[in-house]
């Protein structure tokens, strides 16, 4: 399994950033993917998620209105994207494609229920 993310940035508030993960190597064609992101000296946490089988989407508080998680499908590749909107200074974090959830979405929007990571992209709001 593979997760490539992109499409970070800086951007001032009130401004948009997608970011776009490209996942591969799955053996199965649904499951639950989402978003975390981790903050200096802040734990991991969860903001949205997807359930790929029917595009149910779940949104933490903290970004529901603001953000919307997405897919794309294909045979070989599915994209998994964020778009987010009116970004807030603290929104400032690494953000984090993560893959096959055990749980949708995971309790207390948790990292522990996560079985594969991306390498993460930087979204700096100023």
């Known amino acids: 399994v593979q997760l490539v993310e992109s499409g970070g940035g800086s951007v001032q508030a009130g401004g948009s950033l997608t970011l776009s993960c490209a996942a591969s190597?799955?053996?199965?064609?649904?499951?639950?993917m989402g978003w975390f992101r981790q903050a200096p000296g802040k734990e991991r946490e969860g903001v949205a998620a997807i359930y790929t089988g029917d595009d149910t989407t779940y949104y933490a508080d903290s970004v529901k209105g603001r953000f919307t998680i997405s897919q794309n499908n294909t045979k070989d590749k599915d994209t998994v994207y964020l778009q987010m909107n009116n970004l807030k200074p603290e929104d400032t974090a690494m953000y984090y494609c993560?893959?096959?959830?055990?749980?949708?979405?995971?309790?207390?929007?948790?990292?522990?229920?996560?079985?594969?990571w991306g390498q993460g992209t930087q979204v700096t709001v100023s």
């Open positions: 993560a893959a096959d959830l055990l749980v949708c979405p995971p309790p207390d929007w948790g990292p522990q229920y996560t079985a594969y």
């Open positions: 190597g799955f053996t199965y064609t649904t499951g639950c």
